[in-house]
């Protein structure tokens, strides 16, 4: 299973991205899908999570309120939509399903 991240580059603070994770070929309908990011020195971190049924949302404290996790009604792409962007929310990326990880897509955060 490939997992693969889009959506990632360079933004001013205050300013928004959306990332995308799709496994080509396949339906994401019956994953969990997890994001994770992981700045330089620090541990990853789980940023948001969405259930298989899109039910249920999870989102680490550092990105509540600002960050909004979903999937699209084709089953073939979750979003991680993010607001309000801060320099600390730089890191590079993953999506995560089923046990695979993305490459990773690299989101900078700087004026």
């Known amino acids: 299973l490939l997992v693969v991240e889009s959506g990632g580059g360079l933004v001013q603070p205050g300013g928004s991205l959306r990332l995308s994770c799709a496994a080509p070929?396949?339906?994401?309908?019956?994953?969990?899908v997890g994001w994770f990011r992981q700045a330089p020195g620090k541990e990853r971190e789980r940023v948001s999570c969405?259930?298989?049924?899109?039910?249920?949302?999870r989102y680490a404290d550092s990105v509540k309120g600002r960050f909004t996790i979903s999937r699209d009604s084709a089953g073939t792409t979750v979003y991680l939509q993010m607001n309000s962007l801060k320099p600390e929310d730089t890191a590079v990326y993953y999506c995560?399903?089923?046990?695979?990880w993305g490459q990773g897509t690299q989101v900078t955060v700087s004026s």
């Open positions: 995560v399903l089923g046990g695979n």
């Open positions: 969405i259930s298989s049924s899109g039910g249920s949302n």
């Open positions: 070929g396949f339906s994401l309908d019956y994953y969990g």
